[in-house]
């Protein structure tokens, strides 16, 4: 079995929503953010948050994936909120 990190992209958006939605309810203290409020996001900010243009940032979400299927997000990234 071959575990691979990699940069997560626009395609990934609705897993990655699912997964962090449930990350603010489980874990709130953990989040300057709440589950309200990223809830109401449409699903265009969480593919702009996984964007991999040119002038993407190195603290883009990775995701841990085993044999091409994605198993979960990590996230590798500082905020300045």
């Known amino acids: ?6 940069r997560l992209t626009p395609g990934h958006a609705s897993s990655y929503r699912v997964l962090m939605l ?4 489980l874990h709130p203290d953990a989040f300057t953010s709440d589950v309200g409020e990223r809830e109401a ?3 265009q900010w969480w593919e702009k948050r996984l964007y991999s243009g040119t002038d ?3 603290d883009a979400p990775r995701g841990h994936f085993l044999k091409n299927r994605d198993l979960t997000p990590i ?3 500082t905020s300045r909120r």
């Open 56 to 58: 993407a940032t190195d």
């Open 1 to 6: 079995m071959t575990a691979v990190i990699q």
């Open 75 to 77: 996230l590798l990234s």
């Open 22 to 25: 449930e990350a603010y309810r």
């Open 41 to 43: 996001l449409p699903i």
